[in-house]
């Protein structure tokens, strides 16, 4: 599994630099062993999912932005408070 920070240089990420991070995420979860007879059919298979797993992804990290974005517009003390999911939940099932 691949950790990293994304640098925002005092600014924000697009939803598709969310989206790819969160795909990478989900992707490299499946773990292959070089040795399998089809490893390299297999990891072929990772990149096609891993790209339409972002792909999917895109609209739903569009969404929650906005969101958040007019939430702390007028709610900026949410910032400081635990993010809740659930507000999110319906959208991404």
């Given at each position: 599994?691949?950790?990293?920070?994304m640098?925002?240089?005092?600014?924000?990420?697009?939803?598709?630099?969310?989206?790819?991070?969160?795909?990478?995420q989900?992707?490299?979860?499946?773990?292959l062993?070089?040795?399998?007879?089809?490893?390299?059919?297999?990891?072929?298979?990772?990149?096609?999912?891993?790209?339409?797993?972002?792909?999917?992804l895109?609209?739903?990290?569009?969404?929650?932005?906005?969101?958040?974005r007019?939430?702390?517009?007028?709610?900026?003390?949410?910032?400081?408070?635990?993010?809740?999911?659930?507000?999110?939940?319906?959208?991404?099932?």
């Open positions: 599994m691949k950790v990293g920070v640098i925002t240089n005092g600014g924000t990420h697009p939803p598709e630099k969310w989206a790819e991070q969160s795909a990478d989900i992707v490299d979860a499946i773990q062993e070089p040795t399998y007879v089809a490893y390299e059919a297999a990891l072929q298979g990772k990149n096609v999912l891993r790209d339409k797993v972002r792909d999917a895109v609209g739903l990290h569009g969404q929650v932005q906005s969101r958040e007019d939430l702390l517009k007028n709610y900026m003390s949410r910032i400081i408070q635990p993010l809740d999911p659930s507000d999110h939940i319906d959208e991404a099932l």
